[in-house]
């Protein structure tokens, strides 16, 4: 047992912790993550973990409060149970949004999100794409932050010729712009308006997209209102096609509508968070698997390799 791995997931995304248990040819392991009738989170591990490295795989996506609850008391469970060391591996990291002061009297729950994990027991923390870079600074413990942009250049490369990589804010320019130079493209930015959350007015677009292929490039997509009204003003100064990426598909509230409607060809995202049945039923919807690029930093942890190489 001493140093051997175990893989636990919650209800958040099983689908994808079973993919990365293939990719490691290891058993998932075994627990029971259940609710009272109350609402109260049970949680049960059904195997010994002593002396394990443990990891377990929750993105606390939809329902937030729910699956962030059950992989902090997985966590404080397998700390009592003697595991050697927890990592929490989070494919998607809730509350990332909320990472800094923007206003009087507002909490930073991103920060508030870390101390949890860190006081139950948590000793490393794998996630993907964090909104905001600066959160792995909230953690005293190691975080290793995974990026999906060696899958989404991938694809890209394969299925778009003549490309322009597009911002859909100011600050997404440095991800985007390292999209465009690693895929030799060139790259605008949309200047927007923000008049509450989650709606915006895009007001005109830096950059030459004329005749070509636009590629919107953000980390989330959440009620798509941002997505949809930056690919209407691009096809109004001239772009050819206009497809957008992301890492995360929240796809909450009106999105798919309006994606469905609107005038992007597609939009490809990850398996970070599982998608809902009538979302993965909209055709301009593609889905690409993460499993294997953390089934490999789980494997790089556990051997105690470098995990740098995957940070391309």
Do not use: W
């Not at 009738?37 to 996506?61: H, K, L, M, W, Y």
């Not at 409060?65 to 494919?91: G, W, Y």
């Amino acid at each position: 047992m001493p140093n051997k791995m175990k893989i636990f997931t919650g209800n958040a995304n099983p689908a994808i912790a079973q993919e990365i248990c293939d990719y490691l040819g290891v058993s998932l392991g075994k627990a029971e993550v259940k609710q009272f009738s109350d609402g109260e989170i049970s949680v049960e591990i059904g195997e010994n973990v002593r002396g394990a490295d443990v990891f377990i795989v929750q993105p606390t996506c939809t329902p937030v409060n729910d699956h962030l609850m059950e992989l902090l008391i997985m966590i404080d469970a397998l700390r009592r149970a003697s595991a050697r060391r927890i990592t929490a591996v989070m494919p998607y990291y809730g509350y990332a949004r909320q990472d800094r002061k923007v206003r009087p009297r507002v909490p930073i729950t991103a920060k508030a999100v870390a101390e949890m994990l860190m006081v139950v027991g948590t000793r490393r923390v794998l996630c993907m794409d964090l909104h905001a870079g600066q959160i792995q600074g909230f953690f005293n413990i190691p975080v290793d932050h995974l990026y999906a942009a060696p899958i989404v250049l991938k694809y890209i490369r394969e299925r778009f010729t003549d490309v322009v990589m597009v911002s859909p804010d100011a600050g997404g320019v440095e991800r985007t712009r390292a999209f465009a130079k690693r895929l030799n493209a060139g790259l605008a930015i949309i200047d927007k308006r923000r008049e509450r959350a989650n709606e915006c007015e895009a007001v005109r677009v830096i950059g030459d997209v004329a005749g070509k292929t636009a590629i919107l490039l953000d980390d989330m997509v959440d009620t798509a209102g941002t997505l949809c009204g930056g690919a209407e003003i691009l096809k109004k100064v001239g772009a050819k096609e206009v497809h957008a990426c992301c890492s995360h598909g929240v796809l909450s509230g009106p999105a798919v509508e309006r994606i469905t409607k609107s005038c992007l060809k597609s939009l490809l995202v990850t398996n970070s968070i599982p998608l809902k049945e009538e979302t993965r039923q909209c055709k301009k919807i593609t889905v690409l698997s993460v499993g294997p690029l953390l089934g490999e930093a789980i494997r790089r942890i556990h051997n105690e390799d470098s995990v740098s190489y995957l940070f391309v």
